[in-house]
């Protein structure tokens, strides 16, 4: 396998490091800082988010998305309770049971929708099908911004399931791991798709934004981070250099570069969209919203893209295959890719 590959479209984490990331972590890379957060950079990174969000929030870095959405759900539940997702959400189908392992036993509870999105009376008849002592008790929504198959909750969607979630008492998670995608196709303040819309805690994506690694967990209920940082310590999660995790954040919040990367990425996704639709027998399977293209291919034509090097994932969504852009895709990978699957269609 060559080292490096170009263009790839299997997912936005193949990227590199964006400009705006790896200046900051130079400028972190500077002499020496106290460890374990206590560094002007990880104060600073905190205070960006805070900004971006316009509100005051508890922040918290961890190495990946896994860890963010498990501790963060952990910290919500208790071991007896249950968490309602999509049936098709990463917390359910691509986390290994990491959030049932750090909550002790919180189980996952699915409900079905359109297009990747919770359905809201699915998730009420989920919520109160039983109330009896032998049902794990619902605490949780949980939803994916963007969802796993590319499309993205408006702000009104987002209220009626938090609207939900505080009839019945439970609390509102996010899975923000492409947060920046939504926020740049819905154009709108980050806080409207946040704390203003109901989500108590977001985890807020970094590595496939263009970090080299690490998420942001975002308490928006303060209170709720209470001893979160043992959560975090206890897991392996408490980066002693965190000043590496945090600093690329403050890199592409205080360039604009977060919600910029994640814009041309959308952009290069709706190009692929487009012409890749206007190919004979190439069907799109979802509405192209954020940084993600999902077709339907012949099994032929797969095999033989698969064959010329491409890569590219068919086990997310109803068995299509799934393009990814990403903050470094140019139109030049897109004209290749669009030229190969015309030619070998
Ligand atoms: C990539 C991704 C994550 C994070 O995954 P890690 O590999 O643990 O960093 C979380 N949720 C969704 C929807 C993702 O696509």
């Known amino acids: 396998m060559p080292i490096q590959e170009r263009g790839q479209f299997a997912s936005d984490n193949g990227s590199g490091i964006c400009p705006e990331a790896w200046e900051a972590l130079e400028r972190a890379n500077r002499g020496s800082t106290p460890a374990y957060g206590d560094d002007g950079h990880t104060s600073a990174a905190s205070d960006a988010i805070r900004a971006f969000f316009e509100t005051d929030c508890e922040v918290f870095f961890t190495f990946n998305g896994t860890a963010a959405n498990s501790l963060a759900l952990a910290s919500l539940c208790k071991s007896y309770h249950s968490v309602l997702c999509h049936e098709r959400a990463h917390i359910e189908t691509d986390e290994c049971g990491a959030p049932e392992f750090f909550s002790n036993g919180t189980k996952i509870l699915t409900v079905g929708g359109n297009e990747g999105k919770v359905s809201l009376d699915a998730l009420e008849h989920q919520i109160t099908r039983r109330k009896d002592i032998h049902y794990p008790k619902p605490k949780v929504i949980s939803v994916t911004q963007c969802t796993e198959v590319g499309t993205v909750y408006t702000p009104d969607e987002l209220k009626g399931v938090s609207r939900l979630a505080r009839d019945y008492g439970l609390r509102v998670h996010m ?55 043992y959560r975090c310590k206890q897991a392996g999660q408490l980066a002693s250099k965190m000043r590496f995790l945090s600093a690329p954040f403050l890199g592409v919040l205080e360039s604009g570069a977060y919600l910029r990367h ?30 993600a293209v999902f077709v339907q291919l012949p099994e032929a034509l797969a095999e033989a893209l698969r064959e010329k090097g491409w890569r590219f994932y068919t086990f997310i969504g109803d068995a299509g295959a799934r393009f990814m852009c990403n903050w470094s895709t140019t139109e030049a990978d897109v004209d290749a890719l669009v030229r190969d699957v015309a030619a070998l269609g």
């Open 262 to 291: 994640a814009a041309h990425a959308n952009a290069m996704a709706e190009q692929l969209a487009q012409r890749l639709a206007s190919i004979d027998g190439i069907a799109l399977m979802y509405p192209r919203e954020a940084n």
């Open 175 to 229: 899975d923000g791991s492409r947060l920046s995608n939504a926020i740049a196709y819905l154009d709108v303040a980050p806080r409207k798709i946040t704390w203003e819309a109901g989500v108590d805690v977001l985890c807020m994506g970094g590595t496939k934004a263009g970090l080299p690694v690490g998420e942001a967990v975002v308490f928006f209920r303060k209170e709720l981070a209470d001893e979160f940082g």
